[in-house]
Nanobody, 115 residues
Framework: QVQLVESGGGSVKAGGSLRLSCAASGSIFSFNAMGWYRQASGNQRDFVADITSGGSTNVADSVKGRFTISRDNAKNTAYLQMNSLKPVDTSVYYC?????????WGQGTQVTVSS
């Protein structure tokens, strides 16, 4: 089992920044990727960004140029740096950890951006 603990959400005004963290612990053996999805109220869960075990990153077009994902391998922690936040970025952000045969999800953290 892998446990994920998210932190760093909150409320900011448009143009502000937040950094989300996702720390993985437990039986970490075959890590493939970590990343985030987000889900606004009444909407589906959408991909935001991920980082693979090889260090490659993928970022959704909607946040490209504003959000950056990184990972501290020694701490088994991924980070999502969110800059130039917009009201449309308001969502619950869910961290995920993907290993061979399993996906794990964090508890979600609320990000609210006011205009």
């Amino acid at each position: 089992q892998v446990q994920l603990v998210e932190s760093g959400g909150g409320s900011v005004k448009a143009g502000g920044s937040l950094r989300l963290s996702c720390a993985a612990s437990g039986s970490i053996f075959s890590f493939n990727a970590m990343g985030w999805y987000r889900q606004a109220s009444g909407n589906q869960r959408d991909f935001v960004a991920d980082i693979t075990s090889g260090g490659s990153t993928n970022v959704a077009d909607s946040v490209k140029g504003r959000f950056t994902i990184s990972r501290d391998n020694a701490k088994n922690t991924a980070y999502l740096q969110m800059n130039s936040l917009k009201p449309v970025d308001t969502s619950v952000y869910y961290c995920y950890y993907q290993e061979t045969g399993n996906n794990y999800w964090g508890q979600g953290t609320q990000v609210t951006v006011s205009s």
